[in-house]
């Protein structure tokens, strides 16, 4: 399935950044983009980064306005770090999810700015929500290519979350009392084999033994076999203080 996720470029400049941002697309699995009003008249250098990603390339759009390139779209976010009265700013993981959420509903649409200056303050405005990659501040400004793909990477990734199989249902879990016989049983055989001596010291060290089996969860099945497997091993030791714990 394509999802209706468009990446609207404004102004693009740089030939070598359309070629990367080809590839980085149809890396995701996606191919609706459009450039408004691109600054580049040598497509040679595009193509030879557009490895694997020609049709992608050759598809783009090319619309005259971000008003005619969106005026499909039932959700449009702007990349801009500005805050806005009335905008939410996203993360670019937050966009992924909500991009492939609406995209259920119509088209959707991410806009990025031109590379020297950004998005406009009109071009802002005409945009429902804004995102931006949250990078140091050392060095603030992120490649135009390098930003289509961290969001398509992000889409991607929400897309596949989305369309994962429910999972099956969970293995039974180990009741307390289960737990509790295998602590029994392992306090047992390290008593008879020596390990435990003084008993209240040794209460504390099977409690930090066992202590990791509890925060894994076991399943019954887990638990059972490892009663078995104590019980085997206690087999071996002569018995000093009576008869192991009930293994059932």
Same mark, same amino acid.
């Given at each position: 399935m394509v999802l209706p996720v468009r990446f609207v470029l404004m102004r693009p400049r740089n030939a070598e950044n359309l070629g990367a941002a080809a590839r @980085? *697309?149809?890396?995701?699995? *996606?191919s609706d983009w459009a450039w408004v009003t691109p600054e580049v008249e040598d497509l040679g250098p595009a193509h030879r980064l557009a490895v694997h990603a020609e049709d992608v390339l050759g598809g783009v759009k090319r619309? /005259?306005?971000l008003d005619a390139a969106v005026s499909d779209c039932v959700w449009v976010v702007g990349t801009s770090s500005r805050k806005v009265e009335g905008k939410r700013r996203l993360s670019p993981r937050a966009v992924g999810e909500e991009l492939v959420a609406r995209a259920k509903q119509g088209p959707v649409a991410l806009v990025f700015g031109d590379e020297r200056s950004g998005l406009t303050n009109a071009e802002v405005e005409r945009c429902h929500d804004l995102s931006a990659v949250p990078t140091a501040p050392e060095q603030p400004s992120i490649n135009l290519a390098q930003a289509v793909l961290l =969001? &398509? =990477?992000?889409?991607?990734? &929400?897309? #596949?979350a989305d369309s994962a199989p429910p999972p099956g249902p969970l293995p #039974? &879990? @180990?009741? /307390? @009392?289960e737990l509790a016989r295998v602590e029994a049983t392992l306090e047992a055989l390290l008593t008879t084999g020596g390990f435990l001596v003084d008993e209240k010291p040794g209460r504390t060290a099977v409690r930090d033994l066992v202590a990791p089996l509890r925060r894994s969860r076991l399943t019954r099945n887990e638990a059972r076999l490892w009663l078995a497997a104590l019980h085997t091993v206690r087999k071996h030791f002569p018995v000093d203080g009576g008869p192991p714990p009930d293994e059932t």
């Open positions: @980085a *697309l149809k890396n995701c699995g *996606l619309p /005259d306005s =969001y &398509a =990477y992000e889409v991607r990734m &929400a897309h #596949l #039974l &879990a @180990a009741t /307390d @009392a």
